[in-house]
């Protein structure tokens, strides 16, 4: 089992930054592709950026290429999504998921495709 907890919400102003953090414990092998997700009020979760554990294969999801960047530090257990210029739409739950294998394609993307989640954390983004 991998117990996964999210921290760095917050409430911001449009054009403001946030930096996440999830926190990964227990079998951690199970982190070898990290993502992180998010769902709005009334909408299905999406993918926002994923990571491998050698820090590559990186993919962002088209609405925040540019502006957020994820990375992770295997030593510390801990993957980050660094968000800048953050607008209103950007406003959210924010999930951070891993799987013990290497995803690729569109498995990359699917939010079936992980097994662990951690219990997300709320993002707002006042305009």
């Known amino acids: 089992q991998v117990q996964l907890v999210e921290s760095g919400g917050g409430l911001v102003q449009a054009g403001g930054s946030l930096r996440l953090s999830c926190a990964a414990s227990g079998r951690t092998s199970s982190t070898v592709t990290m993502a992180w997700f998010r769902q709005a009020p009334g909408k299905e979760r999406e993918f926002v950026a994923g990571i491998r554990w050698t820090g590559g294969g990186i993919y962002y999801a088209d609405p925040v290429k540019g502006r957020f960047t994820i990375s992770r530090d295997n030593a510390k257990n801990t993957v980050y999504l660094q968000m800048n210029s953050l607008k209103p739409e950007d406003t959210a739950v924010y999930f951070c998921?891993?799987?013990?294998?290497?995803?690729?394609?569109?498995?990359?993307?699917?939010?079936?495709?992980?097994?662990?989640w951690g219990q997300g954390t709320q993002v707002t983004v006042s305009s």
């Open positions: 998921a891993a799987r013990g294998i290497y995803l690729a394609g569109s498995a990359y993307y699917n939010d079936r495709s992980y097994d662990y």
